[in-house]
Structures are given as C-alpha cells and as structure tokens.
Nanobody
Framework: QVQLVESGGGLVQAGGSLRLSCAAS????????MGWFRQAPGKEHEFVAA????????YYSDSVKGRFTISRDNAKNTVYLQMNSLKPEDTAVYYC??????????????????WGQGTQVTVSS
C-alpha cells in the first residue's frame, strides 16, 4: 500500500523559510515523478514543483521559481520542498503526490495517482 506522508508545515512570517518533507513508502518510486501541489481555500490544486525520481529532472511553477527548491533523498525515500522568501500568497495546504512516467503532464494534478494528506502552510504579513 502506497503512503505519502507530509510534514514540516506551520506558521511563519513573510520572508521566512520552511522545509516540507514527504516520506514515501509502499513501492519503488524509480519510475515516478514526485510533485508538490498546493490548495488555497476556494481554489483548485496549483502545481508548485516536481522532481523525476530517477534523474532528478526538476520542474517549477513561475510563482515559486528562485524561492523554492525541490530535492530527494534516495536512502530515506523522501522528497523535500525548501521554501524561502515566503509570501502571504504562499499560504495553502501543501500536498505531496506521485505520478508514473508517461502519465501526462507533470503540471496537472489529475495525472498524479497517489496523494498525501496535506500539511498547512500559513504565511503572515
């Protein structure tokens, strides 16, 4: 049974930093792309960043490029999202998700098969 468990969310002031973690278990993810999405109240899931597990190809949304960094630790089967220079508009529930290679665009939430439960990030002004 695949499990994705996020952690690391919280309350931070604008300009601050947080690091989110996503611990993955239940299968080998070498043929998967791991993504981070976020959802603010009343809005759709928004793509944030993704990483191909096998070769670490990176993808970022324009809104976070230069501020957020996605990475992975093979030994721990964990994906990270380092978030710097946080802004109030980054406030959302952040989700980790897994998508098999070839299953459509990495930017579309519907192409991800497995999802974590989410972790709240709140940035105060």
């Amino acid at each position: 049974q695949v499990q994705l468990v996020e952690s690391g969310g919280g309350l931070v002031q604008a300009g601050g930093s947080l690091r989110l973690s996503c611990a993955a278990s239940g299968r080998t993810f070498s043929t998967y792309t791991m993504g981070w999405f976020r959802q603010a109240p009343g809005k759709e899931h928004e793509f944030v960043a993704a990483i191909r597990w096998s070769d670490s190809t990176l993808y970022y949304s324009d809104s976070v490029k230069g501020r957020f960094t996605i990475s992975r630790d093979n030994a721990k089967n964990t994906v990270y999202l380092q978030m710097n220079s946080l802004k109030p508009e980054d406030t959302a529930v952040y989700y980790c998700a897994a998508r098999e290679y070839g299953n459509g665009s990495v930017y579309i939430a519907g192409n991800y098969r497995y999802w974590g439960q989410g972790t709240q990030v709140t940035v105060s002004s």
